[in-house]
């Protein structure tokens, strides 16, 4: 297919890149407009009576921002604070928004990132194109004191405190041109504007490492049900990703010791029980996000692998100063 094609030309070399760049300075010079009206005032920013953190990236794919902000909404309570998630909801159907989420929603209709994140932190969740109705809406009816805002770096209509820029750490920014040249979303010296850098593996000056760990697999129709990875012993198994870096995902089993037949889709992909039908009796493996979307026709072999985000110390110092600087009032009147 002619966009697998032009994924690869942002990572490696490819004749794609210039027949594409005229394109990617047109890009690039409507991301300038937009980025200048907000800024000179033809396009409103909201401003919310609670801090505002935004967790992003520049580049199109997965870097871990889930995880990310689940460890933060896991961090902001622990710090005595009452977070509220909002996100674009991407994939979903509904047709009338914001949409709150809660655990039992689903998927189809709010998207399946959003469910994750509402299972996993009990925070409330509230998805839909326009995140400052989606927010007011959360302070309209939780007593929410602080928002996430999950992949919201490039939503400019809601003013942030925080910016978290989220980096995958192996492929980085590729070739470093903008769409459809390459994988960047915003020109790469929008790096120098966030408060702070999160690379999803290796790093380099002035960034965090986060890493994403994974150590057991929980049985999808019966999640009392747990297996260590080792546990699956020398057997296949079938991997399963619907992401938006399925390698990572099949890399980390295999590095847990798993022999695995991979089977990548598209990130958001909407699961149907034929997708998963192998015609043996291996056991599948699949990401948590993914698995949400897999409840109503899981049967006893499909497993998903949660992956906890670890943060250095760095980030957590990088961090606990900003909180400080909201508490205060440095940044948040």
Not at 29 to 37: F, G, K, M, S
Not at 286 to 294: R, Y
Request: glycine share 8%; proline share 6%.
């Amino acid at each position: 297919m002619l966009s697998n094609a032009i994924q690869r030309s942002w990572y490696e070399s490819n004749f794609l890149t210039w027949l594409l760049l005229p394109i990617s300075y047109f890009y690039r010079l409507v991301v300038w407009l937009r980025q200048t009206a907000y800024l000179i005032g033809i396009l409103k920013t909201h401003r919310l009576s609670v801090p505002v953190i935004v967790v992003g990236n520049i580049t199109v794919g997965g870097t871990g921002k889930t995880p990310l902000v689940i460890w933060l909404c896991e961090y902001l309570k622990k710090s005595g604070w009452s977070p509220g998630v909002v996100s674009r909801g991407y994939g979903g159907e509904s047709t009338s928004w914001p949409q709150n989420v809660n655990q039992a929603s689903d998927p189809r209709l709010v998207g399946d990132e959003p469910v994750l994140i509402a299972q996993r932190t009990q925070c409330p969740v509230s998805v839909g194109p326009d995140r400052v109705m989606a927010a007011r809406r959360l302070l309209d009816e939780y007593e929410c004191d602080i928002i996430i805002s999950d992949d919201g770096l490039q939503h400019l209509a809601l003013d942030r405190d925080v910016e978290i820029l989220v980096i995958d750490g192996e492929r980085r920014f590729g070739n470093e041109h903008c769409l459809p040249a390459g994988p960047l979303r915003e020109p790469i010296k929008r790096l120098n504007t966030v408060d702070i850098k999160v690379v999803n593996g290796g790093t380099k000056d002035n960034e965090c490492k986060m890493t994403l760990k994974m150590s057991e697999a929980v049985n999808v129709p019966d999640e009392t049900n747990r297996k260590v990875l080792s546990g699956f012993g020398n057997n296949s198994v079938h991997a399963v990703a619907g992401i938006g870096n399925p390698e990572r995902f099949f890399t980390q089993l295999r590095q847990s010791g798993l022999d695995i037949v991979p089977h990548p889709f598209p990130d958001h992909h909407t699961f149907v029980e034929k997708d998963l039908v192998f015609n043996d009796e291996l056991p599948v493996l699949m990401t948590e996000k993914d698995a949400v979307k897999c409840k109503s026709f899981a049967s006893k072999n499909y497993w998903y692998v949660p992956v906890e985000a670890m943060m250095s110390e760095l980030f957590e110092s990088e961090l606990s100063k900003q909180v400080v600087n909201l508490i205060s009032g440095n940044i948040h009147d």
